[in-house]
């Protein structure tokens, strides 16, 4: 028990944990508790009371079931791509459109692949007439804009001239519905 609780001691002086280091200070202390009802147990049979140790070992297997579930609710909606915060959009959208250059945008599309790494899909419009390198550079800087802001996730860009967007459909990946794109 001494000798788990040293990278637990370690764990509680950090003082902003991590999804990973969260998940391992729960399962430090799991380890804890596991020895402690080892230990109950042990004691227990030793004092003719052996009905103690599967009593211990069904309390601690309890708690670990409850931080287990807890720790997978938490982790839940980030594994399956959920939505950045209206905070957050809005901060990559005004990103976007301070970038000199850029016309308007539409079709924005991110999703949270990590606790804060966001993976963003965008058209964004320029001039008519750019060279390709220039619509580059520009693309390249909408990129940079969006990855100071996004924890260096994965950002896809689509470059479009000016006015030439066409009426975005898609369909509804799950009822197969036809369903429109953002607007510009
Ligand atoms: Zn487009």
Redesign the pocket.
């Known amino acids: 028990m001494l000798i788990a609780a040293i990278p637990l001691l370690t764990l509680l002086r950090q003082p902003a944990r991590g999804a990973a280091a969260r998940a391992q200070f729960i399962e430090l202390i799991n380890d804890e508790l596991g020895l402690a009802a080892a230990l109950l147990g042990t004691l227990f049979v030793m004092w003719g009371v052996p009905v103690a140790d599967p009593l211990a070992a069904i309390v601690v297997a309890t708690i670990i079931a409850i931080n287990a579930i807890g720790l997978f609710r938490e982790n839940l909606s980030i594994l399956l791509g959920r939505a950045p915060e209206p905070q957050v959009m809005d901060a990559i959208r005004q990103a976007v459109l301070s970038t000199p250059g850029v016309c308007s945008l539409?079709?924005l599309r991110a999703e949270l692949i990590g606790p804060e790494t966001v993976h963003t899909v965008l058209?964004i419009?320029v001039q008519r007439g750019l060279t390709i390198e220039a619509a580059d550079a520009i693309a390249t800087e909408v990129k940079a804009r969006i990855h100071r802001l996004t924890n260096y996730g994965f950002c896809t860009i689509?470059v479009?001239p000016e006015g030439s967007?066409p009426p975005?459909t898609l369909h509804d990946p799950r009822t197969g519905e036809l369903i429109t794109g953002e607007p510009a």
């Open positions: 539409h079709n058209h419009e689509h479009d967007q975005q």
